[in-house]
């Protein structure tokens, strides 16, 4: 089946959201430098705002563009952070809300039986509330768990449908 040009244009997106947040994961562990992270993270996180909004003005999908915005921001913020040194508190609060946001989109999902996407959004909503206590209270143990499954959940709901999506098959029916 052939995907809508508004799903390749996320698939992009997926990718670009992969590729800013699979880092941030291994700066968690201890194995990358925060500042060369935050400038992959920032121009991603650019990147995705500007499309975010191409989604939603161009491609006249508000709902789409709206969730892509919230990751747009995110990567936007985090890769300021971790470029500057700054502490990352703010990204916490933000998350907060994040969570909320995700957790809608997957109830959203689901009642209209889009299964692949509720399942995305739904380990998306995980992945904020994860780093809710690993930015405003981080302890060893939390910060490893949010690592682990940063790069786990990047790798399965980001690049590998992101690349999928890009490539114009539609997986997920």
Not at 4 to 26: D, K, N
Not at 96 to 105: E, G, H, K, M, N
Not at 114 to 125: D, E, I, P, R
């Amino acid at each position: 089946m052939m995907v809508p040009l508004v799903l390749q244009v996320v698939g992009v997106l997926l990718i670009t959201t992969g590729l800013a947040l699979f880092p941030v994961g291994f700066v968690l562990l201890g194995k990358s430098d925060a500042k060369s992270t935050g400038v992959v993270t920032l121009v991603s996180g650019l990147s995705t705002l500007i499309l975010s909004f191409i989604i939603t003005i161009v491609l006249s999908a508000p709902l789409v563009g709206g969730l892509v915005f919230v990751f747009g921001i995110v990567q936007t913020v985090t890769g300021y952070h971790l470029y500057r040194g700054l502490d990352l508190k703010g990204v916490g609060w933000y998350s907060v809300a994040a969570a909320y946001i995700t957790a809608f989109y997957a109830a959203l999902w689901f009642i209209q039986h889009s299964l692949w996407f509720a399942g995305f959004a739904t380990t998306w909503a995980i992945l904020f509330a994860l780093f809710i206590p690993t930015t405003l209270k981080p302890t060893p143990l939390i910060t490893k768990i949010t690592a682990i499954y940063v790069i786990i959940d990047m790798i399965a709901t980001t690049l590998t449908p992101g690349v999928i999506l890009a490539m114009g098959i539609y997986a997920f029916a």
